[in-house]
């Protein structure tokens, strides 16, 4: 089993920043690929970024490519995402995932984190 805890999310303003950041505790973290999703009001759940477990590969949605960065730290067993020029639409809860490169891309990762909510006011 992995348990995934996430950091608070918050209120920003648009074009703004803000980090999330998902601990790992339980199996060996390393083992793992990890991803963002998020999912809006009203609105089905969808892929943010994927990260291969040594962090050599790396995949976005259109709608973040450019604003958002994936990474983690292996040694703290921590992954990251790193939000820049927010925007109104990106407003959602956000979840950290974790499994195979292939089911995080897919959507079908084996573990979740608990979401946090992220608002970007106009």
């Known amino acids: 089993q992995v348990q995934l805890v996430q950091s608070e999310g918050g209120l920003v303003q648009a074009g703004g920043s803000l980090r999330l950041s998902c601990a790992a505790s339980g199996r060996t973290f390393n083992n793992y690929a990890m991803g963002w999703f998020r999912q809006a009001p009203g609105k089905e759940r969808e892929f943010v970024a994927a990260i291969s477990w040594s962090g050599g590969s790396l995949t976005y949605a259109d709608s973040v490519r450019g604003r958002f960065t994936i990474s983690r730290d292996n040694a703290k067993n921590t992954m990251y995402l790193q939000m820049t020029s927010l925007r109104p639409e990106d407003t959602a809860v956000y979840y950290c995932?974790?499994?195979?490169?292939?089911?995080?891309?897919?959507?079908?990762?084996?573990?979740w984190g608990q979401g946090t909510q992220v608002t970007v006011s106009s």
């Open positions: 995932a974790a499994g195979t490169y292939i089911r995080v891309r897919d959507g079908s990762p084996a573990y």
